[in-house]
């Protein structure tokens, strides 16, 4: 294993030694910050915490998207201090002497994190979920945490259309049980109260009119698999209570049966609701709520990622070409789809794009005439629109942490460039055109930006 390691304002080399040591004698190798580009986390060592320590955790851990240990030395109090650091981008904070084998917890966490990132970067993940942003970084990285190295019950929080079922798909994917059982999905919204018994617990023969022979619900068909209960806020107050007992006990009867049967499943819950509210109002069971929400991830809307939508569409390009190479967007069209509204979320751009690649023809770009007509703008997109509230949130956010002007005027252009050239493929010559700079000043610009996030 390797990492970056980098001494803040320690002063004391033998500490310092110490350190590397100790890391290198639990299987750690260290180097230098930007020395090497296999390592995939970072350790900054400090003896006091400042600003200047929470810009420098803010500028590595690239606002929490890379991980970044805090280790505090010497005598130095964390305190309070600990929710600053973590909150500036470190991913774990502790103090070194308070732990009577720090670098084997370090490699023991580098070890869990790097086996994350392999999985976050197989076709398993890449290919189910599409985004590079730092919030969707770290959720993707949770979901792949608690897919494969957990059966805690998951609840999934999100508008229609972000993604719901996906979680639910990819962590059962992940799931590393032996001999793993089925996924079995049961929309709660589409219950008829009358047979919600049977879908959910079975029933045996004759228990009703109809019921002509023995029949598995949900639970018995996920053992040892994974039930995911979607639109769980749906459900009636009567049924809630029913549920209970076999989501805590995993055990329940069928319909006109006297027999309790045993189940083994994941529980994985989604709403588009805010169950915490329905608590509160009495709508929803507060018992049942604290069994399936062990893990609670909120899926992002697609307005509060937008530098994901031309990520996506390309990606929704491809799967409709999947026997050739998907046609890249003009400028229009890509100006177009950024500023767009999507109400039904990445839902609702999969079936524009699968709209656009049905008009489409040739090999050329995709063209603003490939945008079916009902779906084209009716007055020009106006372009000081573009600083919504999702911006506004940013800048509100950096000042309540003490980041400075110059600061937010700086991560703001490191992330413009950054974006186009993604978008431009790496084009060098096409992203400083789309940024308004010739090509040399762009270069610069890139080249102060890598030398600003070392550690000085």
């Not at 059982?181 to 219950?191: A, N």
């Not at 050739?324 to 100006?335: H, I, K, L, T």
């Not at 090999?363 to 999702?390: C, F, K, Q």
């Amino acid at each position: 294993m390797c990492v970056w390691v980098h001494f803040a304002m320690s002063g004391d080399p033998s500490s310092e030694a110490e350190v590397t040591r100790c890391l290198a004698q639990a299987g750690v190798t260290c180097c230098a910050h930007g020395a090497h580009n296999a390592c995939s986390a970072g350790i900054v060592c400090f003896s006091a915490v400042t600003d200047e320590l929470c810009d420098l955790l803010h500028r590595v851990s690239a606002g929490g998207a890379a991980r970044v240990f805090a280790i505090a030395l010497g005598t130095a109090d964390l305190g309070r201090n600990t929710w600053r650091l973590l909150n500036a981008g470190a991913s774990e904070v502790f103090a070194w002497k308070h732990w009577s084998n720090a670098a084997g917890e370090i490699a023991a966490r580098l070890e869990r994190w790097d086996a994350i990132d392999q999985l976050v970067e197989s076709p398993l993940v890449r290919n189910t979920f599409v985004g590079e942003g730092a919030t969707w970084k770290r959720i993707t990285r949770r979901i792949v945490e608690l897919g494969r190295f957990t059966q805690a019950n998951v609840l999934v929080l999100g508008e229609s259309g972000t993604g719901k079922e996906l979680v639910a798909r990819l962590v059962h994917a992940l799931d590393a049980r032996e001999r793993k059982g089925e996924l079995v999905v049961l929309d709660c919204s589409t219950i008829v109260p009358e047979l919600s018994g049977s879908e959910f617990f079975g029933h045996e023969r004759g228990a009703f009119t109809g019921a002509l022979h023995v029949r598995d619900g949900a639970f018995a068909l996920a053992d040892r698999g994974t039930l995911f209960l979607d639109e769980v806020g749906e459900l009636p107050l009567s049924l809630q209570g029913q549920l209970l007992r076999a989501v805590q006990e995993r055990t329940y009867k069928r319909v006109g049966g006297n027999t309790w049967h045993s189940t083994d499943f994941r529980l994985v819950c989604a709403t588009n609701r805010d169950l915490g509210e329905a608590v509160s109002r009495g709508e929803f069971r507060h018992d049942l709520y604290h069994r399936i929400a062990n893990w609670t991830l909120r899926l992002p809307p697609l307005r509060e990622r937008p530098h994901d939508v031309l990520r996506l569409a390309r990606y929704f390009m491809q799967q409709m070409r999947p026997n050739g190479e998907a046609p890249q967007f003009d400028q229009s069209v890509s100006q177009y789809l950024v500023q767009r509204d999507y109400p039904g979320n990445v839902r609702e751009l999969r079936q524009l794009i699968s709209r656009i690649a049905d008009r489409h023809l040739g090999p050329g770009p995709v063209t603003a005439g490939d945008i079916p007509e009902d779906e084209r703008p009716h007055e020009p997109l106006r372009l000081n629109e573009w600083r919504d509230e999702s911006f506004e949130g940013a800048i509100h956010r950096a000042l309540s942490l003490g980041v400075r002007l110059k600061e937010i005027g700086r991560a703001a252009e490191e992330t413009a460039v950054s974006i186009a050239m993604d978008e431009e493929n790496g084009s060098l010559r096409r992203a400083a055109s789309r940024l308004g700079v010739t090509d040399r000043a762009l270069q610069m610009r890139r080249v102060s930006a890598n030398r600003s996030r070392r550690p000085v």
